[in-house]
């Protein structure tokens, strides 16, 4: 809500080649905002027997633009295709971004 001003419907589906880690948040306004020192994130690993189950949501180009301006440096957002065959903005560990 706070992001995006409004509640997000979303559909369960899982992100093959990547494991989930915790990244810890250095950035006082962000950790303000969300209440936490630490943040999930995905990191690629490119091996197919990792995945990582979350949600996809729907949302318009200003509110990709919006988290974009969100995210701390060290996300970075990326292409994938996800277990169901959709392509999708994820954000992922920049460290351990996939190469194209």
Do not use: C, N
Not at 24 to 47: M, N, P, R, Y
Not at 59 to 88: F, H, M, N, W
Request: net charge negative.
């Amino acid at each position: 809500m706070a992001l995006f001003g409004r509640p997000l419907s979303g559909t369960p589906d899982m992100l093959p080649g990547f494991e989930q880690a915790l990244l810890e948040i250095e950035d006082q306004a962000t950790v303000a905002l969300s209440g936490k020192t630490h943040h999930s994130i995905v990191k690629f690993t490119g091996d197919s027997s990792d995945a990582v189950a979350g949600t996809v949501f729907s949302v318009t180009p200003e509110e990709i633009q919006s988290a974009d301006k969100y995210e701390v440096a060290a996300y970075k957002r990326v292409a994938a295709s996800l277990r169901s065959g959709i392509r999708a903005w994820v954000y992922v560990d920049a460290r351990y971004a996939p190469t194209d």
